[in-house]
Each structure stands twice: as C-alpha cells, then as structure tokens.
C-alpha cells in the first residue's frame, strides 16, 4: 500500500507516519510511505507515485487541503482520502467530498488503525476484482493469423503440435496455422489441463479418447477431435502419473 501523508507541520507528519508504520492492520502488507509539506509537493508525489491513500490536513499554511482533493478527480485514478486535522467542524465537508474518514489531531493508534483498516478492506476488494478481471481475460487467447486474429476459449483447445515451423491449434470443430511457436502457446496455456506430450505437441489431457501404443516402446494419443498425438518418450512417465496410469 502506498501512503502519502500531507501536512505543514513536520512533527505531526512524523508522529502520523510513526502511528502508520506501527499499526499491525499493515502487519502483513509491504507499504511505501511518503510524505509532503504543502499541495506543490503533494501533487508531484501524486504525479509520480500512484498512491493508494492519502492522510490530508485541511489547513496547509495558505493553502487548503480541499482545494487538493478536489484535483485529485483530475487523475486517471482517485486515491483514498483521510484528512488527519486539528479541526473537528469540517467533518461534513470532507464527507461530501467522498473521504474514507476524518481522524482529528492530536492523533491515536486506534483512531488511525480503524482508519487503515477501511482502507485495506477496499484496497483489497479492488484488487480481488482485477484479478478476477484478469482471469475472466487469460481464459481466452487470441491466435493470430495470417489475415486476422481469432479468439478461442483455452479449455476448448484440444491439441497444438508444430510441423515445419507452423503451429496447428485444434479445437473440437476447427484448425487454426500460426506463426507462433509451442513454447509460446505453453506459457499461456497455464491450466492443469495442458500437458507437453512430446517436444512438437502440448494436449488437453481431459481430451485424451484413447491411449495406444506406438513405435519404440511409445504411445499413441487418439483425442476426441480424432487427431492422432505421439507422446514422446521422456514424457511417457509423467503422462503415465497424470492420467494415473
């Protein structure tokens, strides 16, 4: 988590970053902690850094702490805002301008680890739904080819092998040619499911119709497309433990 603490005063920075790093709501979380004197120094932090929450005082010499959380919706992201202040009558305002929570000097451990701990709480939320986000994108994969790129869903992949230096996809219905190599189309295929059988050839085992066996003491993959795979020999063994062979 990325903190940003702005206030005039240098001891009340220093007793805000101190109650900061000792909460144990960030026992278990790496945090960078910076710190800024006014709103000029604040926003080149702001500009550089993309900092998750920000304890703002509200009376920053001549300037005010409002007038900097109003920016903040100018950027293509909105840090959380607690304003840490001296001043317990604006505690309306700062919730109308959408802070997470209003602490009021001189500060206390509790106050400010309620304060983090509705911050992480989001935090985490926010980074649950990119994750989900990001595997809703990777359950797909875009081949392309030599007009156009198609998108196929990774677990209606069958088999890839390689023949002269073309990658054939296969699904239950059709038969993609690229220019990519195995080695790429293994380091996205990331689910249990896919398994390398042979240095040309990565299957879906959960596809695997019938098992024969082959030449020099190898065996013959029929999946359910009816393509014909060879496992290679060095993979033998361990297509043997996965399919419990």
């Known amino acids: 988590m990325k903190i940003l603490v702005v206030d005039d005063e240098p001891l009340a920075r220093t007793e805000l970053s101190y109650l900061i790093k000792k909460s144990p709501v960030l026992?278990?979380?790496k945090i960078k902690l910076y710190q800024a004197e006014d709103v000029k120094e604040a926003q080149g932090i702001l500009l550089k850094y993309k900092v998750d929450l920000l304890f703002l005082d509200i009376s920053l010499n001549e300037e005010n702490g409002f007038e900097l959380a109003d920016e903040l919706k100018q950027l293509s992201y909105?840090?959380?805002i607690v304003f840490a202040t001296a001043y317990d009558d604006y505690a309306v305002k700062a919730f109308d301008v959408g802070a997470l929570d209003y602490v009021l000097k001189p500060f206390e451990q509790e106050r400010i680890d309620q304060a983090l701990t509705?911050?992480?709480?989001?935090?985490?939320?926010?980074?649950?739904?990119?994750?989900?986000?990001e595997q809703k994108k990777s359950?797909?994969?875009?081949i392309e080819l030599e007009d156009r790129n198609v998108i196929v869903k990774k677990l209606e992949i069958v088999a890839a092998t390689v023949n002269n230096?073309?990658?054939t996809i296969e699904t239950n219905k059709q038969k993609y040619e690229t220019r990519k190599t195995l080695a790429w189309l293994k380091e996205r295929l990331?689910?249990?499911?896919?398994m390398q059988v042979h240095r040309n050839a990565?299957?879906?085992i959960e596809d695997i119709k019938e098992i024969q066996p082959w030449?020099?003491?190898t065996l013959l993959l029929i999946m359910v497309n009816d393509a014909k795979i060879q496992v290679g020999r060095s993979y033998r063994k361990e297509l043997n433990e996965r399919l419990g062979m």
């Open 215 to 217: 030449f020099n003491h």
């Open 27 to 29: 026992k278990k979380q």
């Open 190 to 194: 990331t689910d249990s499911c896919f």
């Open 139 to 142: 359950d797909v994969l875009s």
């Open 118 to 133: 509705k911050a992480a709480k989001i935090l985490n939320t926010k980074d649950n739904n990119l994750k989900q986000t």
């Open 165 to 167: 230096g073309i990658l």
């Open 202 to 204: 990565i299957v879906n």
């Open 78 to 80: 909105s840090p959380m």
